[in-house]
């Protein structure tokens, strides 16, 4: 069973740092690409960024500058390192993977996703 599950998250103060983790199961890394969404409330999940299997990255005018997204092959985790945490960034992060992650992330086609994490908070105050 293809699964993905998150960890990380939580609270940071403006300007700070959080790193969110994606480990998944089922599967190994090469084999799918993986894709970073965001649903703050009342607002419509957004990709923000996305790692292809030959490590090619994108990122969303809005994180790019800030936010990077990697990948450990032997710890078949995804990370997304995010800094310069500001006001407008709180939202509920997922993590996704599927064969066309690219074209989720920039695109908006979400059914290139095969699988979605189960999603964790990340909240920025003071």
């Known amino acids: 069973q293809e699964q993905l599950v998150q960890s990380g998250g939580g609270l940071a103060q403006p300007g700070g740092s959080l790193t969110l983790s994606c480990v998944a199961s089922?599967?190994?890394?090469?084999?799918?690409?993986f894709g970073w969404f965001r649903q703050a409330p009342g607002k419509e999940r957004e990709g923000i960024s996305c790692?292809?299997?030959?490590?090619?990255?994108y990122y969303d005018d809005s994180v790019k500058g800030r936010f990077t997204v990697s990948k450990d092959i032997a710890k078949n985790t995804v990370y997304l390192q995010m800094t310069n945490l500001k006001p407008e960034d709180p939202a509920v992060y997922y993590c996704?993977?599927?064969?066309?992650?690219?074209?989720?992330?920039?695109?908006?086609?979400?059914?290139?996703?095969?699988?979605w994490g189960q999603g964790t908070p990340v909240n920025v105050s003071s």
């Open positions: 996704a993977a599927g064969f066309d992650a690219w074209g989720a992330v920039i695109g908006g086609l979400l059914g290139g996703i095969e699988v």
């Open positions: 089922g599967f190994t890394l090469n084999t799918k690409g």
């Open positions: 790692i292809h299997t030959n490590d090619a990255t």
